[in-house]
């Protein structure tokens, strides 16, 4: 079993309320759950505006397909545009 772990850091620009940032967080959440079937969620900096991370799991039994589906995932992030991506991270785990 290959199990990769990926981490989207963003900068949320113009946000004045955590609702506001939680309105762009989860509609990427969103977006990226349904067109990839992962598990994915916020991770970090919940409580700052600026900011926002995102972290998602995908499993399977190939460690190349794993990987292109976690860079296919960071791709698809960007070209949502919906915030800037400062980092990405990414750990593929072989079980």
Sequence with gaps: MVTG???I???IEGCRS???KRKIVKSMIARIRNAFNVAVAET????????AEIGFAVVGNDRREI??????IFNMAD??????????QMEVISL
Excluded: F, H, Q
Aim: aromatic share 0%; net charge positive; glycine share 6%.
């Design 67 to 72: 990987n292109a589906r976690v860079d296919k």
């Design 79 to 88: 070209r949502l545009a919906l915030a800037e991506i400062i980092d990405t």
């Design 5 to 7: 772990l990926g981490i």
């Design 9 to 11: 850091t963003l900068r």
């Design 18 to 20: 955590l609702k506001e």
């Design 44 to 51: 970090g900096a919940n409580d700052v505006l600026s900011r």
